[in-house]
T-cell receptor, first 112, second 116 residues
Framework: RKEVEQDPGPFNVPEGATVAFNCTYS??????FFWYRQDCRKEPKLLMSVYSSGNEDGRFTAQLNRASQYISLLIRDSKLSDSATYLCVVNQGNTGFQKLVFGTGTRLLVSP | EAQVTQNPRYLITVTGKKLTVTCSQN?????MSWYRQDPGLGLRQIYY???????DKGDVPEGYKVSRKEKRNFPLILESPSPNQTSLYFC???????????????FGAGTRLSVL
């Protein structure tokens, strides 16, 4: 079993749609969680950290379920510019040491 | 502008010819790291450095070397490249080695390496 698993997609959605991605992780001791966005052949960039209580940043909402060991990302009112690969990232280290494990990514294609 | 700079961006080389990929950050970050990204495998850590003169192996260190003589620079060295090292490489840095949610990693633009 992979340490961090994501559905590779692609998810094809029309503009304005709501789309959700899930990610599961295997290490229950994982401390912190992130969603990164990666455009084709470019570097990953932080989209948002994921907090236990859930957090929202504009059209993006992230949730964490520690009991079930999954993280979700919800994108509302999808824009063409949201087309990218979304990487789920889990820190398996601790507060003093980071050990980031990356999922393989979920590809999103938003069409007009 | 705060950034992580990698060079070269693209490199084609032949088996056995030593090469170095440079990485520099201007944010005074303590932690730096090298990853490789391959289709279907995601990003995998090669080496990391928690501070000057402190480096350690990541998950896939075989065939690579690093050094951290200065805080800003973290070069990746392939002493004898082989075709299985053909990949997309990213350098990254973060303020500290800590693993809290606010300690964000910043990535360089990537180096696409082909070893023939």
């Amino acid at each position: 079993r992979k340490e961090v698993e994501q559905d590779p997609g692609p998810f094809n959605v029309p503009e304005g749609a709501t789309v959700a991605f899930n990610c599961t992780y295997s290490n229950s001791a994982s401390q912190s969680f992130f969603w990164y966005r990666q455009d084709c052949r470019k570097e990953p960039k932080l989209l948002m950290s994921v907090y236990s209580s859930g957090n929202e940043d504009g059209r993006f909402t992230a949730q964490l379920n520690r009991a079930s060991q999954y993280i979700s990302l919800l994108i509302r009112d999808s824009k063409l510019s949201d087309s990218a690969t979304y990487l789920c990232v889990v820190n398996q280290g601790n507060t003093g040491f980071q050990k980031l494990v990356f999922g393989t990514g979920t590809r999103l294609l938003v069409s007009p | 502008e705060a950034q992580v700079t990698q060079n070269p961006r693209y490199l084609i080389t032949v088996t056995g010819k030593k090469l170095t990929v440079t990485c520099s950050q201007n944010m005074n970050h303590e932690y730096m790291s090298w990853y490789r990204q391959d289709p279907g495998l995601g990003l995998r850590q090669i080496y990391y450095s928690m501070n000057v003169e402190v480096t350690d192996k990541g998950d896939v260190p075989e065939g690579y070397k690093v050094s951290r003589k200065e805080k800003r620079n973290f070069p990746l060295i392939l002493e004898s490249p082989s075709p299985n090292q053909t990949s997309l490489y990213f350098c990254a840095s973060s303020l500290s080695p800590g693993g809290n949610a606010k300690n964000i990693q910043y990535f360089g633009a990537g180096t696409r390496l082909s070893v023939l």
